[in-house]
T-cell receptor, first 111, second 112 residues
């Protein structure tokens, strides 16, 4: 199992602040995915990054894949209470095989 | 992407009994996975289920405790056998078509 270190584990911020979540590994992944999960629901895919150095934007969310495809970051600009949830990074070592999940970042955005 | 219906969504069970969780996918999928998740924490892979072959279990999980069926390309079940309070958790199924991963909404199991 390839380990993914995700930080911070918990984050509590006020509405309007910016934040960054990090996902690091010593292993190379063919792709890395970010999910958001709300209580009582399964993880929902936000983005998949495949190419080293790739940057993807999803409204106020910016995702970056490291050049060596071992790490990734998620940056949220002007966080809103609706961003509250558990954010999970997951690495895919081989297509179609089970994902390796980071420990997750529990984000709370207060008004 | 595929949509997964998972049931039950939650259950409270007596220790020593067994619970079978079902996942139905709205399209044929090559591989399905079963995970366990403590509330607010990450997902731990239990096993990978391919149609027509026995499931492959991760370290720490055994077939006698977590038997899995995969009778066709759209359906799978996970049974949690001889339950104890330590089995209280959220159980999730997932599927991949090769172009992405989809998750069920989870089964919150409480063993009393």
């Amino acid at each position: 199992t390839q380990l993914l270190e995700q930080s911070p584990q918990f984050l509590s911020i006020q509405e309007g602040e910016n934040l960054t979540v990090y996902c690091n590994s010593s292993s190379v992944f063919s792709s890395l995915q970010w999910y958001r999960q709300e209580p009582g629901e399964g993880p929902v895919l936000l983005v998949t990054v495949v190419t080293g150095g790739e940057v993807k934007k999803l409204k106020r969310l910016t995702f970056q894949f490291g050049d060596a495809r071992k790490d990734s970051s998620l940056h949220i600009t002007a966080a809103q209470p609706g961003d509250t949830g558990l954010y999970l990074c997951a690495g895919e070592s081989n297509s179609g095989y089970a994902l390796n999940f980071g420990k997750g970042t529990s984000l709370l955005v207060t008004p | 992407s595929a949509v997964i219906s998972q049931k039950p969504s939650r259950d409270i069970c007596q220790r020593g009994t067994s619970l079978t969780i079902q996942c139905q996918v709205d399209s044929q999928v090559t591989m399905m996975f079963w995970y366990r998740q403590q509330p607010g924490q990450s997902l731990t892979l239990i096993a990978t289920a391919n149609q027509g072959s026995e499931a492959t279990y991760e370290s720490g999980f055994v077939i006698d405790k977590f038997p899995i069926s995969r009778p066709n390309l759209t359906f799978s079940t996970l049974t949690v056998s001889n339950m104890s309070p330590e089995d209280s958790s959220i159980y999730l199924c997932s599927a991949t078509t090769g172009s992405g991963y989809t998750f069920g909404s989870g089964t919150r199991l409480t063993v009393v």
